[in-house]
């Protein structure tokens, strides 16, 4: 069976020379539990420089923001190269890519954050992963506060020495658990992503495109819906993440485009 997520929204590109964005705080290492969970690499020259989340929906598009998709766009168009990799650890020079061929945008996306859902996609199939579930329509219309989520994404790891905290990055996908703080009619999902609050973690500064599952548990079938939404952090590790479920008549509006619903 396909393993069931949500998708997180958010500021998409992170440049890894500078501020940090993708991360999962109060996490642990992922290795081959979500292998549908890709790491989107934008790459100048072999060299890594800036880095969003997504996730297979089929084995030749994957579902991200639009602020994914858009940066991959204008980076391809200059030049650059952007790929993906489903490895449990990011490695350029070890790691294996897929290059991103053209992406799209959602029409209903506008920059004050709405229906922030991208798609990339892949010249070249990705065999031997099996991709997210979908949901079908409005099957997450009845989720509530409190409702768990296992987010999975790369990035940077919130560390908190005494008297500090610290973000790194090692490359390494993490997961962690969160809870829903509030839903609005219009498709948005708020995830409680304050560690000291809840016990639990979440995402953190721009986690854009990274997925989360809902439920606490990975059993395949176990949990109640699809992806369905995507998430960003509104401070560092410590605050409100917000997504976009995939299950609203604009979100299936568009990725139907691209992909076969249920």
Partial sequence: MKSI?????????????????????????????????????????????????????????????????????????????????????????TSTFYPVSDTAVSPF???????????????????????????TANQLGGIGKNNPFTVVGYGLSRDCPVGHCMLLFDGYRRSAREKVAAVDKGGGIE???????????????????????????????????????FGAGQSPCHSIGFGYRLDTRQARAFFGNYLELP
């Avoid at 506008?110 to 859902?117: A, H, K, P, R």
């Avoid at 990975?218 to 992806?227: F, L, S």
């Fill in 5 to 93: 997520g949500v998708f997180l929204l958010g500021t998409a590109l992170v440049l890894l020379a500078s501020a940090p964005a993708t991360a999962i705080t109060n996490e642990q290492i992922d290795g081959s539990a979500h292998p549908n969970v890709a790491a989107v690499v934008f790459l100048d020259h072999g060299d890594a420089v800036g880095l969003c989340g997504a996730a297979l929906a089929s084995p030749t598009v994957l579902i991200t923001t639009a602020h994914c998709a858009g940066d991959a766009a204008g980076f391809i168009a200059s030049g650059g190269e952007v790929s993906v990799t489903f490895d449990p650890q990011v490695n350029t020079a």
């Fill in 109 to 135: 996306f506008n920059q004050g954050g709405l229906f922030d859902q991208g798609v990339l996609l892949l010249s070249n199939p990705v065999n031997g992963i099996t991709p997210v579930a979908l949901p």
């Fill in 191 to 229: 995830f409680q992503m304050n560690p000291t609050a809840t016990g639990l973690g979440g995402t953190c500064f721009g986690d854009g495109g990274d997925p989360a599952f809902i439920g606490g548990s990975n059993a395949e079938g176990a949990v109640q819906d699809g992806p369905a939404g």
